[in-house]
């Protein structure tokens, strides 16, 4: 069993940046890769996938609203991730969540829908001004 806890939202101007950070903690099924990454939930919207990564092949799969803005990185001496968010919008506003789930096999894509995570964080607010 996996638990993330988030950190590192806030308010910022549009055009800001911030980082958010997801320390994951306990006992990893080691028969199994890791799909793990974040998302985020807007007022009203679905939640959606943001950027994921898989942990054995090192695939990264994000959203095209954020492609070149955001970045995913891991550090795993401290078992954290990282969401490095540059030239923030309004349209980022939103609640983020670390999720995970486990993949068997190198070959598998992350999934897109939060539906096929089983793990999250209690999420953290992200509200950009313009």
């Known amino acids: 069993q996996v638990h993330l806890v988030e950190s590192g939202g806030g308010s910022v101007q549009a055009g800001g940046s911030l980082r958010l950070s997801c320390a994951a903690s306990?006992?990893?099924?080691?028969?199994?890769?890791?799909?793990l990454g974040w998302f985020r939930q807007a007022p009203g919207k679905e939640r959606e996938r943001v950027i994921v990564?898989?942990?054995?092949?090192?695939?990264?799969y994000s959203g095209d609203s954020v492609k070149g803005r955001f970045f995913i990185s891991q550090d795993k001496a401290k078992n954290t991730l990282y969401l490095q968010m540059n030239t923030l919008e309004p349209e980022d506003t939103a609640i983020y969540y670390c999720?995970?789930?486990?993949?068997?096999?190198?070959?598998?894509?992350?999934?897109?829908?939060?539906?096929?995570?089983?793990?999250w964080g209690q999420g953290t607010q992200v509200t950009v001004s313009s």
């Open positions: 999720a995970a789930v486990p993949i068997k096999y190198l070959h598998h894509s992350c999934p897109r829908l939060h539906s096929e995570y089983d793990t």
């Open positions: 306990g006992n990893p099924d080691t028969n199994y890769y890791y799909c």
């Open positions: 990564m898989h942990t054995g092949n090192g695939n990264e």
